[in-house]
């Protein structure tokens, strides 16, 4: 099986809905019509799940060409602009375009997410925010997965999940390049715990949060 392939049997497990979820809650107050992108949409999951949000384009980006051909499978994302990224390069987009920036476990993999969130800046629009959820590396798991994902077995890739994400998560979460970067621009940050406390939601707003 190729790392894409595998990567969306993770993605398509029960849990990882669970785990993306907080990600769409926090876009539900969005204007109608808001464009998103999806930075590092891997195969393409968020964005196969966020056809439940009504008005909300949506576009991916990847690094990975094999990724965003898992991606391009799922009947739900036929329509959506897919971008491939070349790797250290600027974004390939105009400035203001979108109105959320999400990034779902892809930061905390970077050595420096600096120029990444540099670039993400310049393509908000005013009153647009950046969403970001990284693994925590904590959180008790047993008691969690028994009662609130279930034993099903499709599942088991909570295991390796975890394995191959505490301790980059436990970084980010020491490091907190997020907060500094908001710091920087004056910025509005937040920051909470979410799936049972095994990740955070961090938001990065470019102007005032829009009143919900
Ligand atoms: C762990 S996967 C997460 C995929 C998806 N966001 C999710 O939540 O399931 C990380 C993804 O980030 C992508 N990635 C890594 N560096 C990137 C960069 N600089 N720009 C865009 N995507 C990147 C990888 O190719 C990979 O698809």
């Known amino acids: 099986m190729s790392h894409a392939r595998f990567f ?4 398509d497990a029960p849990w990882y809905a669970d785990f993306l979820q907080p ?27 966020g056809q439940a949000l009504p008005d909300v384009q949506w576009e991916g980006a990847d690094v990975d060409a094999a990724m965003l051909a ?27 375009r979108y109105e ?20 993400t800046w310049r393509v908000l629009r005013p009153h647009g925010f950046i969403v970001a959820l990284t693994p925590s590396g904590s959180g008790q798991s047993r008691p969690i997965l028994r009662n609130q994902i279930g034993w099903r077995f499709h599942n088991w890739t909570w295991f390796v999940w975890r394995q191959m994400t505490a ?35 961090e938001m990065v707003f470019y102007g005032e949060r829009m009143p919900v």
């Open 8 to 11: 969306r049997y993770i993605q």
């Open 23 to 49: 990600v769409l809650d926090e876009l539900k107050s969005l204007p109608p019509g808001a464009t998103v992108l999806d930075m590092g949409t891997g195969a393409g999951k968020l964005i196969a799940m």
């Open 70 to 96: 898992e991606a391009r499978k799922r009947p739900a994302l036929r329509h959506t602009a897919l971008h491939h990224l070349s790797a250290g390069s600027t974004l390939p987009f105009t400035d203001a």
């Open 100 to 119: 959320a920036v999400t990034f779902c476990s892809v930061l905390f993999l970077l050595s420096d997410p600096m120029p990444l969130l540099e670039e």
């Open 167 to 201: 301790a980059a998560g436990q970084r980010w979460g020491q490091q907190a390049p997020l907060a500094a970067f908001a710091r920087r621009h004056g910025a509005t940050y937040q920051k909470q715990a979410v799936f049972h406390e095994m990740a955070t939601i």
